[in-house]
């Protein structure tokens, strides 16, 4: 088989090259990036003319995404929104029949409760965060995508928060920004963690994603998958990771202390960002089980320990997106979420 992965040099990316290199039935992988890497084919998925870099594949994995700059969404829409349409269509016009696109739990609509969902719940996303807006409609474009290619298998990852040891650093840099001291996130030095009533969220391992992206590339299935490990985390949970004890926390206390430290530039993530997390669904995982034969190989506590240690060693990798942790006042020069 002969895959291209687009954005192969991010969090995602990275594991789901060394996934496919690990699978005999995968030939050649066609890694693209935006920016120059060692075994990667620069390409933009914006500007340049993606149809004969598709030509020939088996399937085109798309996984570039731009997070940044977050006080600019018209950037970030044409590079993520408009980008993937040119890539959606490129992979039509090239002739490749599956494209096999990551999605996210942030598409999905708001749920308040702790029922999980399938596949089946709307995807309309959370309308006042750029990431989930951009998320959403993608989803509502592959609908009309599907019915005009009928032939060609869609698959439509959603996952939870994907975490790697090496994404760590990049992962401060995207939503926390260059004054989180990450040396000093350790269990014992924190003493206390905000117990926000509501806040929960779902992980995964990037290996457990990148195992399910290979699953989908190499068998005959379409469709949307759910993709997470349990347990569900909550404030007390990296409380306990964390040797702290929790203390309630309003949750409009918390959006109030994000949105005062967004206006001061102090941090990339906006509220906006915060109430879209506050409102995601729990994921039911089971037509992954089921259809895929998947399940993941790391629990939350895991992934979340992995990506800890990662942020006090300051680790990454060597590609631009996920650089370790040698450049904050870079960072702060040039303006805290800026495009990098």
């Known amino acids: 088989m002969r895959i291209v992965v687009t954005g192969a040099t991010g969090n995602i990316g990275t594991g789901v090259v060394r996934a496919l290199r690990a699978d005999p039935q995968v030939e050649t992988i066609v890694g693209l990036a935006r920016r120059p890497a060692e075994g990667v084919v620069p390409a933009d998925v914006e500007r340049d003319d993606l149809v004969p870099l598709f030509r020939g594949a088996d399937a085109v994995v798309h996984l570039a995404w731009l997070f940044q700059p ?33 999605s996210s739990i942030g598409a999905y609509s708001p749920r308040e409760d702790d029922e999980p969902v399938g596949e089946d719940w709307p995807t309309h996303g959370w309308p006042g965060a750029a990431y989930t807006r951009e998320k959403s409609y993608l989803e509502r474009y592959l609908d009309a995508f599907e019915a005009r290619h009928p032939k060609l298998d869609v698959v439509r990852l959603r996952p939870g928060f994907v975490f790697q040891r090496s994404a760590a650093t990049a992962q401060r840099r995207l939503f926390a920004g260059p004054f989180l001291p990450g040396s000093l996130v350790r269990p014992g030095l924190i003493p206390v963690v905000p117990d926000v009533r509501g806040l929960r969220v779902q992980v995964v391992h990037t290996d457990d994603l990148a195992d399910a992206v290979r699953r ?19 404030p007390r949970f990296v409380a306990d990771l964390l040797g702290a004890r929790t203390i309630p926390v309003p949750a409009g206390v918390v959006r109030a202390a994000v949105d005062a430290a967004w206006r001061l530039h102090a941090v990339p993530a906006s509220p906006g960002l915060f109430d879209a997390v506050m409102r995601l669904p729990v994921l039911d995982t089971s037509r992954a089980e089921s259809v895929l034969d998947w399940q993941p190989r790391h629990d939350a506590a895991f992934a979340l320990k992995e990506f800890l240690a990662g942020l006090r060693a300051g680790a990454g990798a060597d590609t631009a997106p996920l650089a370790p942790d040698r450049h904050r006042l870079h960072e702060i020069a040039t303006g805290v979420g800026r495009e990098p």
Not at 73 to 80: V, Y
Not at 87 to 100: D, H, S, Y
Request: aromatic content about 6%.
């Open 216 to 234: 989908v590339v190499t068998r005959p299935v379409r469709g949307p998958f759910n993709i997470a490990t349990g347990p569900v985390v909550d």
């Open 70 to 102: 977050t006080r600019r969404p018209e950037r970030t829409w044409r590079a993520n929104v408009l980008g993937s349409l040119r890539v959606f269509e490129a992979v039509a016009a090239a002739g490749v029949p599956k494209l096999v696109h990551t």
